[in-house]
């Protein structure tokens, strides 16, 4: 498996200076006032706050021990430190990357078969795994908050539409990736056409038989490793447990930014449908990095629906992805950095190491 590069060219802070100017002129649109904003964020309890951003950090925290107890169980010997590495790292491409989650979790699998050569498969099952403990978290946080919202008669018409549309997709793509995870079959016919479009489309140019015995070897090593987890429950139920707790503190940084502001009205239902929607349409590739623009609209759309005043929401808005978004860009930036110097390190040592040795 090659290295990824991913790197900020100009061409991507463009795009995000863009996306911020949409937002920005989608709030004129709602006749916010920017300097209300300023001042609103000036009044910010700095208490209260400081609470949300250790909630957010502590979110990644039991997310990445989430990963590790699954990988864990499958002898995969990576050091918690380093899975903390690994999972800041992959934040740091989704936010190059347009693809939550997808770009970070193949940068995850990587990182994990360089440091142990012959991983990437069960790599891969531990990512898998994950990934659909988090989506039957979501498709949980949305029935539970549709349930509370319709017996409070706040959810009706375009979201309750949205929010039954969602809860639809979500588990209709969560029974397919269990299919495939336990169709081996299914999964190697995909693969095994993929790779054999490429051929035919290169016209013979690329000689792909190298990368086909690699992908069935990690193929087969992903369904064995998907089977492993069947028969262990009590490695499910941790990892389930940790990714419950890093929901909560998710929720938290909702809740304590609003109270952070002076506004703890909002209601737990309308948090659990919101923070659920965002997640969905955040996790929609649209070829804009940096999440520029559209998650700022959707969450300030999504406050102004369930009622909170257009100047609490825009701002409300603003601060939670400054916890949410560019205090995590700028740790999975460190994360990226020191792993990048480790690997140089490392390989510095191996070539010494491996030098002639010349004696007089």
Same mark, same amino acid.
């Not at 970070?104 to 360089?114: C, S």
């Not at 919202?149 to 639809?168: A, P, R």
């Not at 629906?305 to 100047?311: L, Q, R, S, T």
């Given at each position: 498996? #090659?290295?990824?590069?991913?790197?900020?060219?100009?061409?991507?802070?463009?795009?995000?200076?863009? &996306?911020?100017?949409?937002?920005?002129?989608?709030?004129?649109?709602?006749?916010?006032?920017?300097?209300?904003?300023?001042?609103?964020?000036?009044?910010?309890?700095?208490?209260?706050?400081?609470?949300? !951003?250790?909630?957010?950090?502590? $979110?990644?925290?039991?997310?990445?021990?989430?990963?590790? #107890?699954?990988?864990?169980?499958?002898?995969?010997?990576?050091?918690?430190?380093?899975?903390?590495? =690994?999972?800041?790292?992959?934040?740091?491409? $989704?936010?190059?990357?347009?693809?939550?989650?997808?770009? &970070?979790?193949?940068?995850?699998?990587?990182?994990?078969?360089?440091?142990?050569?012959?991983?990437?498969?069960?790599?891969?099952?531990?990512?898998?795994?994950?990934?659909?403990?988090?989506?039957?978290?979501?498709?949980?946080?949305?029935?539970?908050? !549709?349930?509370?919202?319709?017996?409070?008669?706040?959810?009706?018409?375009?979201?309750?539409?949205?929010?039954?549309?969602?809860?639809?997709?979500?588990?209709?793509?969560?029974?397919?990736?269990?299919?495939?995870?336990? %169709?081996?079959?299914?999964?190697? %016919?995909?693969?095994?056409?993929?790779?054999?479009?490429?051929?035919?489309?290169?016209?013979?140019?690329?000689?792909?038989?190298?990368? %086909?015995?690699?992908?069935?070897?990690?193929?087969?090593? =992903?369904?064995?490793?998907?089977?492993?987890?069947?028969?262990?429950?009590?490695?499910?139920?941790?990892? #389930?447990?940790?990714?419950?707790?890093?929901?909560?503190?998710?929720?938290?940084?909702?809740?304590?930014?609003?109270? #952070?502001?002076?506004?703890?009205?909002?209601?737990?239902?309308?948090?659990?449908?919101?923070?659920?929607?965002?997640?969905?349409?955040?996790?929609?590739?649209?070829?804009?990095?940096?999440? &520029? &623009?559209?998650?700022?609209?959707?969450?300030?759309?999504?406050?102004? =629906?369930?009622?909170?005043?257009?100047?609490?929401?825009?701002?409300?808005?603003?601060?939670?992805?400054?916890?949410?978004?560019?205090?995590?860009? =700028?740790?999975?930036?460190?994360?990226?950095?020191?792993?990048?110097?480790?690997?140089?390190?490392?390989?510095? $040592?191996?070539?010494?190491?491996?030098?002639?040795?010349?004696?007089?």
């Amino acid at each position: 498996m #090659s290295a990824p590069k991913y790197k900020a060219t100009w061409k991507t802070l463009l795009l995000l200076i863009i &996306g911020l100017v949409v937002f920005f002129v989608y709030i004129y649109v709602f006749n916010v006032d920017i300097w209300e904003i300023i001042i609103k964020v000036q009044q910010t309890n700095p208490y209260y706050y400081i609470l949300a !951003a250790m909630a957010s950090v502590l $979110d990644i925290v039991f997310f990445t021990l989430a990963w590790h #107890s699954l990988l864990r169980f499958l002898s995969v010997k990576l050091s918690v430190f380093k899975s903390f590495a =690994f999972v800041w790292a992959g934040i740091f491409v $989704d936010t190059l990357i347009p693809a939550e989650s997808v770009s &970070g979790e193949i940068t995850k699998i990587y990182l994990v078969n360089r440091e142990q050569n012959g991983a990437a498969g069960k790599a891969t099952a531990s990512v898998v795994a994950h990934r659909l403990i988090g989506m039957g978290i979501n498709i949980a946080t949305l029935l539970v908050g !549709a349930g509370l919202l319709l017996f409070e008669s706040q959810l009706y018409g375009i979201m309750l539409g949205l929010v039954l549309f969602l809860i639809t997709a979500i588990s209709l793509f969560f029974i397919l990736i269990l299919l495939l995870c336990f %169709r081996e079959k299914w999964t190697f %016919r995909i693969v095994d056409g993929v790779i054999g479009f490429a051929e035919r489309i290169s016209r013979g140019h690329w000689r792909l038989k190298k990368l %086909r015995e690699e992908v069935v070897e990690i193929h087969r090593a =992903f369904h064995v490793a998907i089977k492993e987890y069947v028969h262990a429950p009590r490695t499910l139920f941790i990892a #389930s447990l940790f990714t419950v707790i890093a929901w909560v503190l998710s929720m938290s940084v909702f809740y304590l930014t609003f109270v #952070s502001m002076g506004y703890p009205q909002i209601s737990w239902s309308a948090i659990l449908v919101i923070s659920a929607i965002f997640v969905a349409v955040k996790s929609v590739p649209i070829g804009v990095p940096f999440e &520029g &623009g559209l998650p700022e609209i959707t969450l300030t759309t999504l406050l102004v =629906f369930f009622g909170v005043n257009p100047i609490i929401s825009a701002t409300a808005t603003i601060l939670m992805r400054l916890l949410t978004f560019w205090l995590r860009f =700028f740790i999975g930036f460190g994360a990226q950095q020191w792993i990048g110097a480790k690997a140089v390190i490392t390989r510095q $040592d191996t070539e010494a190491g491996s030098a002639p040795e010349w004696k007089s």
